[in-house]
């Protein structure tokens, strides 16, 4: 079974960082788009960041360039998101997805992802 288990989430203030985690299982990771959405209480679902783990290509939101950074460790089945410079409005519960193939580049428009992990909670007070 495909299983996303996201990590690292937590209660930073403004202009902190905080590095999630999503370990991966029970697919061959080297092929995949892994992809972290996340929901703000009262907003709908927006995708933040996604990488190709065969050619480790990445996209990212508009809202988050510039301070997130999306890596995978091919070799731990893990991929991170580094968020810097942290703002209230990135509190969310964030997800980690994945889907076959690489990323496509209107993959963080639409939320239908094929896997979904349990979310983190992020949240950054002021």
């Known amino acids: 079974d495909v299983q996303l288990q996201a990590s690292g989430g937590g209660l930073v203030q403004v202009g902190g960082s905080l590095r999630l985690s999503c370990a991966a299982s029970g697919f061959t990771f080297d092929d995949y788009a892994i992809a972290w959405f996340r929901q703000a209480p009262g907003k709908e679902r927006e995708g933040v960041s996604c990488i190709s783990t065969s050619d480790f290509s990445t996209l990212y939101a508009d809202s988050v360039k510039g301070r997130f950074t999306i890596s995978s460790d091919n070799a731990k089945n893990t991929v991170y998101l580094q968020m810097n410079s942290l703002k209230p409005e990135d509190t969310a519960v964030y997800y980690c997805?994945?889907?076959?193939?690489?990323?496509?580049?209107?993959?963080?428009?639409?939320?239908?992802?094929?896997?979904w992990g349990k979310g983190t909670l992020v949240t950054v007070s002021s």
């Open positions: 997805t994945a889907e076959v193939g690489p990323c496509r580049d209107y993959e963080l428009d639409y939320d239908d992802m094929e896997y």
